[in-house]
């Protein structure tokens, strides 16, 4: 029994110290000193032993439960100190690494643009107002007096959402006339800016997704002279002292009369080339005297309200604050491009 306990000791306490996790250590506890342990069993087999053996051998095994124990505490220590270490190390953050760069972008041309177009109309008194791109037929064409069999319906020029043509991606910012009007009284100065959508092809000055700003006033006799001299002004605070504009009359189902208003061509000054088409005059903005109808679909009394709205197509407005030729760099998204900005 003396060799069996010898031997038992031996191999118990060189598995315990070389146990390396606290869950192999735990089962080695069980393992020997358990209730169905490898010593217990030992010990149980005392009561075979004469009178004599029995205190030796009782002193031996109680000695090398003392060992097994003392070696488990001492490797638990051992262990744990181990895995808080290794966890330190991992968890380490070293401050004297060279931090990385933050990537901080630049402001898009367009939101330049927008911002400053926004600073000039808050100066003016004007409120800016948010519309939805998702809209209703009803208000992208109907309350904007545009008729059943208008071209710009069709669904070879408009993306419409569903089969009855009732929601579409707005193809400009005017339902925001309608909107604003029925929800603000007069006097209003409303300015609108966002995305609109067309199924036009790409190309150097046409894109499906592009940008407008819609300027309405509302008020008692407001006259065609307001609107040109705030157009004016307008491409003056937008271009510099000596900005030419030209007015020409034009068509719009939701004005009357109505006009577009040209800029001199930045790139050419009037001589005409690439960026003009040579015509020397860029396009800005369609605009005119709001239709009574639409005051009256809107709840607003013409007898007593007039006013104007024009729409600006804000791709060109950029393209000739930045003096960019071509449209596409605005949404290629070419960082080299993006960059010029900073
Ligand atoms: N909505 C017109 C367009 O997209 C522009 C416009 C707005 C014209 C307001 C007159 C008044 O072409």
Same mark, same amino acid.
């Given at each position: 029994?003396?060799? *069996?306990?010898? @031997?038992?000791?031996?191999?118990?306490?060189?598995?315990? #110290?070389?146990?390396?996790?606290?869950?192999?250590?735990?089962?080695?506890?069980? @393992?020997?000193? +358990?209730?169905?342990?490898?010593?217990?069993?030992?010990?149980? *087999?005392?009561?075979?032993?004469?009178?004599?053996?029995?205190?030796?051998?009782?002193?031996?095994?109680?000695?090398?439960?003392?060992?097994?124990?003392?070696?488990?505490?001492?490797?638990?220590?051992?262990?744990?100190?181990?895995?808080?270490?290794?966890? /330190?190390?991992?968890?380490?953050?070293?401050?004297?690494?060279?931090?990385?760069?933050?990537?901080? +972008?630049?402001?898009?041309?367009?939101?330049?643009?927008?911002?400053?177009?926004?600073?000039?109309?808050?100066?003016?008194?004007?409120?800016?107002? &948010?519309?939805?791109?998702?809209?209703?037929?009803?208000?992208?064409?109907?309350?904007?007096?545009?008729?059943?069999?208008?071209?710009?319906?069709?669904?070879?020029? %408009?993306?419409?959402?569903?089969?009855?043509?009732?929601?579409?991606?707005?193809?400009?910012?005017?339902?925001? *006339?309608?909107?604003?009007?029925?929800?603000?009284?007069?006097?209003?100065?409303?300015?609108?800016?966002?995305?609109?959508?067309? @199924?036009?092809?790409?190309? !150097? %000055?046409?894109?499906?997704?592009?940008? *407008?700003?819609?300027?309405?006033?509302?008020?008692?006799?407001?006259?065609?002279?307001? /609107?040109?001299?705030? /157009?004016? &002004?307008?491409?003056?605070?937008?271009?510099?002292?000596?900005?030419?504009?030209?007015?020409?009359?034009?068509?719009?189902?939701?004005?009357?009369?109505?006009?577009? #208003?040209?800029?001199?061509?930045?790139?050419?000054?009037?001589?005409? =080339?690439?960026?003009?088409?040579?015509?020397?005059?860029?396009?800005?903005?369609?605009? +005119?005297? =709001?239709?009574?109808?639409?005051?009256?679909?809107?709840?607003?009394?013409?007898?007593?309200?007039?006013?104007?709205?024009?729409?600006?197509?804000?791709?060109?407005? !950029?393209?000739?604050?930045? @003096?960019?030729? &071509?449209?596409? /760099?605005?949404?290629?998204?070419?960082?080299?491009?993006?960059?010029?900005?900073?």
């Amino acid at each position: 029994m003396k060799s *069996q306990l010898s @031997k038992l000791g031996e191999i118990a306490l060189s598995e315990i #110290m070389g146990a390396d996790t606290p869950e192999l250590l735990e089962s080695l506890r069980v @393992k020997y000193l +358990g209730k169905k342990g490898e010593l217990t069993a030992i010990l149980r *087999q005392m009561s075979g032993l004469s009178a004599e053996e029995r205190p030796i051998i009782g002193t031996l095994a109680n000695n090398l439960r003392e060992k097994i124990e003392a070696a488990i505490e001492e490797n638990r220590a051992a262990i744990n100190a181990a895995v808080l270490q290794k966890k /330190l190390r991992s968890e380490a953050l070293d401050v004297t690494m060279p931090a990385t760069e933050p990537i901080i +972008g630049v402001r898009h041309p367009m939101s330049i643009v927008v911002d400053e177009i926004k600073d000039i109309f808050i100066g003016m008194g004007f409120r800016i107002y &948010d519309g939805p791109e998702i809209e209703m037929s009803t208000y992208n064409f109907d309350r904007l007096n545009t008729p059943a069999t208008h071209p710009a319906r069709e669904w070879t020029d %408009t993306f419409y959402l569903d089969n009855e043509s009732k929601t579409l991606l707005r193809t400009h910012t005017s339902p925001m *006339q309608a909107r604003v009007m029925e929800t603000v009284s007069p006097p209003i100065r409303a300015a609108v800016f966002g995305r609109c959508y067309r @199924k036009d092809e790409v190309d !150097a %000055t046409h894109s499906p997704m592009f940008h *407008q700003m819609e300027g309405l006033v509302i008020d008692e006799g407001i006259t065609f002279a307001d /609107l040109k001299t705030l /157009l004016h &002004d307008m491409a003056v605070a937008m271009y510099g002292e000596n900005t030419a504009t030209r007015f020409r009359p034009h068509h719009f189902p939701f004005t009357e009369p109505s006009c577009e #208003m040209d800029v001199l061509c930045h790139e050419c000054g009037g001589k005409g =080339c690439r960026v003009c088409k040579g015509e020397g005059w860029i396009e800005l903005l369609g605009a +005119g005297v =709001c239709n009574p109808r639409i005051l009256e679909m809107s709840g607003i009394d013409p007898e007593k309200y007039s006013g104007w709205a024009f729409g600006m197509g804000l791709e060109r407005a !950029a393209m000739r604050r930045f @003096k960019i030729s &071509d449209l596409r /760099l605005m949404f290629d998204n070419d960082i080299r491009f993006l960059e010029m900005f900073k």
